[in-house]
């Protein structure tokens, strides 16, 4: 192969945006500053939308987006060395534009639609010809209903091509081996629960730790694993005695439902029999217990009367507080078993992770998706599709409809299979308990 940058490629594409949103991921300025440095070597201008979705659905003729304030152009001065920057050079929010838009017959109704063609409009006040679309699976979902938006304009409306770069340090997408952040995420989780453990011992104490992780566990197992937690718990391991189920009223149409829940009582027992296993068999009376936040949601209704819930529907998981509520419950049981006190500490941790230094392996991930969303839109020509990356970083492109559910609109979430090796190695490692 020659070592000559490659040809320039004959493109319609003349100005790109690229967009943010969603909750940072350590490695992210690596994404963004690749994709925009593809398209700057083909003589392609690159625009950075400023956090999400969230300036260009206040855009009105009476509110034009303004460079500084609602966009940025990134040129080679603003990229300098950013590759491996913390942080998000644009920022990122959460307002999510398409949250009307929940079934394909939404899409012919003016006032569902009506964010997506001001996100729509705006972007065509920039002149800009396509758009990079980079977040977890909430941002994928308003991509595609973005793209299937414009399915129904007339055909004398410029298309906007839209590609999607996945992006979640919970590594729970479909269509991905991992997420770009993941591992930078898990070590420094991993990096704190080893200091807690070192804390726990001098104490005799426990801390029972929330990690983030709202749908699946590969967080919290992969945090579990590099820590050397004594137990993990993640929605993956809600089965048998740990599931129940309740009625639920809707509050609205009143209509009667039936709601997988977590039995509270059973999680707080295999807790205590972690602690007395170590405390009566392994002569250890000091511990870190790992759960996932995403546990939160099958909590029964009485744990969740007054939480809120966000744009997407998802409820917020910090007004919870897992951690301190299994905390205080898992004391008061070891304490009916056994009459001692153990001092138990609830931990929410995960935050801290969002903007580490990335790693390596994260920077090399990230900085191909970026590379991929160029290839895709200019090399490939494509529109609708999420940039993937397998086996030796190797590029390929997944369409939105093998993510998205054609009738919910809703992406496909990808737990940790329970019989996956990956799974059975956090059992492996964790303390034995025969029950």
Not at 23 to 28: L, M, N, S
Not at 93 to 110: E, K, Q, Y
Not at 178 to 185: C, D, H, K, L
Not at 363 to 383: I, K, N, Y
Request: glycine share 8%; charged share 25%.
């Amino acid at each position: 192969m020659s070592l000559s940058r490659p040809p320039k490629t004959e493109t319609t594409i003349r100005r790109a945006a690229i967009l943010f949103a969603g909750g940072p991921a350590p490695a992210a300025n690596a994404v963004i500053s690749t994709a925009a440095n593809s398209f700057l070597r083909n003589d392609i201008q690159v625009i950075g939308i400023m956090n999400g979705y969230s300036r260009l659905v206040e855009f009105s003729e009476t509110r034009p987006l303004e460079l500084g304030r609602d966009y940025i152009m990134l040129d080679q001065k603003v990229l300098r060395r950013t590759r491996n920057s913390q942080g998000i050079l644009i920022g990122t929010a959460r307002s999510n534009p398409g949250r009307n838009v929940s079934h394909p017959s939404h899409l012919t109704d003016p006032e569902k639609v009506a964010p997506l063609k001001t996100v729509y409009q705006a972007l065509r006040s920039l002149d800009v010809d396509a758009l990079i679309s980079i977040g977890g699976d909430d941002t994928l979902k308003t991509a595609n209903k973005f793209r299937l938006f414009q399915d129904y304009q007339p055909d004398s409306q410029p298309r906007i091509p839209v590609v999607h770069l996945p992006k979640t340090i919970d590594n729970d997408y479909s269509g991905i081996d991992f997420t770009f952040g993941y591992f930078t995420a898990v070590h420094t989780l991993g990096t704190e629960i080893r200091n807690l453990l070192a804390d726990a011992e001098a104490t005799r104490a426990y801390y029972l730790t929330e990690t983030m992780g709202r749908s699946a566990g590969w967080l919290a197992y992969g945090a579990a694993i590099s820590g050397e937690a004594s137990f993990v718990m993640s929605v993956e391991d809600l089965t048998g005695p740990y599931r129940d189920s309740e009625e639920v009223v809707d509050p609205i149409t009143g209509e009667k439902s039936i709601r997988p829940i977590m039995n509270v009582e059973e999680v707080v027992k295999r807790i205590v029999a972690t602690i007395r296993v170590r405390e009566e068999s392994e002569g250890k009376e000091f511990g870190v217990i790992v759960m996932a936040e995403g546990l939160a949601e099958y909590l029964p209704m009485n744990y969740l009367q007054g939480v809120s819930r966000d744009e997407h529907g998802h409820i917020a998981i910090a007004q919870v507080n897992l951690s301190r509520l299994f905390s205080r419950l898992v004391a008061e049981k070891y304490q009916a078993q056994t009459g001692k006190n153990r001092k138990i500490t609830g931990l929410q941790i995960g935050y801290e992770a969002r903007c580490a230094q990335p790693h390596a392996f994260d920077v090399l991930l990230g900085s191909q998706l970026g590379v991929g969303a160029f290839r895709a839109l200019v090399e490939e020509g494509l529109d609708g599709v999420m940039v993937s990356v397998s086996g030796q970083l190797e590029l390929n492109y997944v369409p939105f409809e093998q993510l998205v559910d054609p009738e919910t609109l809703v992406t496909m979430v990808r737990y940790v299979d329970p019989d996956s090796d990956f799974h059975r190695l956090t059992r492996f490692l964790e303390t034995y308990v025969n029950k």
